[in-house]
């Protein structure tokens, strides 16, 4: 839920002094004339005076270029994606972003390349992302429980064989939990060569025209649930190299006659057409909210819509940071009373 204010400039800074009430803030801006605190993410985690549990705020139309690496426990927070709403700028990192620290977080920021996840416990929310990698380098470091959730991704991929013959090299890369994202990609596979991930409540879709990648491939003892999968190049090809695995409540483009072990618990549609699913209006991730009479309405487990708008954690349009403040309209007075003038802004801000 959206709510707006409408009220005086100073309310703004306050909106903000209360975000760092409890950890100390930065801005990062390559653009010296904004006078951010640092440059870039390399400035920040350089500097003594950036600790473990502070947040960094990327500011809207900052551009991080060269390859990023963040080696502290810290929340990166950007200004959303798909944003109509004006005026507004975005956020961007456009070299490679690697998070080498447990538990980092990162909202609301758009990743152009490839971010790597190398560390246990690392969260990505509400970002739109190029490939994921969860895992660097499996021989040398683990990245286990990775969370990614209300993303518009264009695949992930893991660092180690998932059927691998040896336990260390599966449990570099494994439990990672991606759920209400959006994950639509040309070329390859979307979800690949991960070792006991949950996958649920997303939009799984191959949208190429080579008939040789699949939606899932190479994964082991994973639980894939409350999904909408989509190929639209080839609708059969959905599983490949998935073993150990529970498989319930998903609804797949193939023929029931595909994937008959999984016939009991499945919805199979015998298309590739989205609009069978899908409202398909609006633009972006808005094509992607069901329409009244959706085969994945009600379909999840406990009754749960399946696909991104369903379960526990409902993807947010445009990627907008959950308590981070935004105008969108200043209003400023054509006559000054009282030696003052008066500015107002339109203030929105995404409260869950």
Not at 61 to 79: A, E, L, P, Y
Not at 191 to 209: A, F, M
Not at 321 to 346: C, E, F, Q, W
């Amino acid at each position: 839920m959206k709510k707006t204010i409408t009220t005086s400039i100073f309310v703004a800074v306050l909106g903000f002094t209360a975000l760092a009430a409890n950890a100390k803030s930065w801005r990062i801006n390559n653009d010296a004339t904004k006078k951010a605190d640092f440059a870039d993410l390399n400035a920040a985690m350089s500097s003594t005076d950036v600790e473990a549990g502070d947040t960094l705020y990327l500011d809207p139309g900052c551009n991080i270029s060269g390859d990023q690496t963040v080696t502290k426990r810290v929340t990166i927070v950007g200004s959303g994606y798909f944003r109509t709403d004006t005026p507004h700028r975005f956020s961007y990192i456009t070299g490679k972003l690697y998070l080498k620290a447990q538990y980092i977080k990162v909202e609301g920021v758009i990743m152009t390349t490839i971010t790597h996840l190398c560390a246990n416990y690392i969260t990505l929310e509400r970002c739109k992302t190029n490939t994921i990698y969860i895992n660097e380098n499996w021989t040398t470091a683990a990245a286990q429980f990775a969370i990614i959730r209300q993303c518009y991704v264009v695949n992930i991929k893991g660092g180690s064989p998932a059927n691998s013959s040896s336990d260390n090299e599966r449990l570099k890369t494994a439990f990672a939990t991606i759920e209400n994202c959006i994950l639509r990609i040309n070329n390859n596979n979307t979800i690949e060569s991960l070792y006991s991930p949950t996958i649920r409540n997303c939009y799984i879709s191959y949208t190429g025209t080579g008939t040789s990648s699949y939606l899932f491939e190479n994964l082991d003892n994973a639980t894939i649930t409350n999904n909408i999968m989509i190929n639209k190049s080839d609708k059969t090809h959905i599983f490949s190299r998935v073993t150990n695995s529970t498989v319930s409540h998903n609804v797949m483009s193939c023929a029931e006659s595909t994937y008959a072990g999984y016939a009991a618990s499945n919805q199979f549609l015998d298309s590739n057409d989205e609009s069978l699913v899908f409202k398909m209006e609006g633009t972006n991730d808005q094509l992607y909210q069901l329409k009244d009479d959706s085969p994945a309405k009600n379909y999840g487990l406990d009754g749960t819509d399946c696909g991104p708008f369903g379960g526990l954690y409902p993807y947010v349009l445009n990627g907008q940071p959950a308590g981070y403040p935004y105008y969108t309209k200043a209003n400023i007075a054509t006559r000054a009373k009282d030696g003052r003038i008066n500015v107002s802004l339109n203030i929105k801000m995404q409260n869950e």
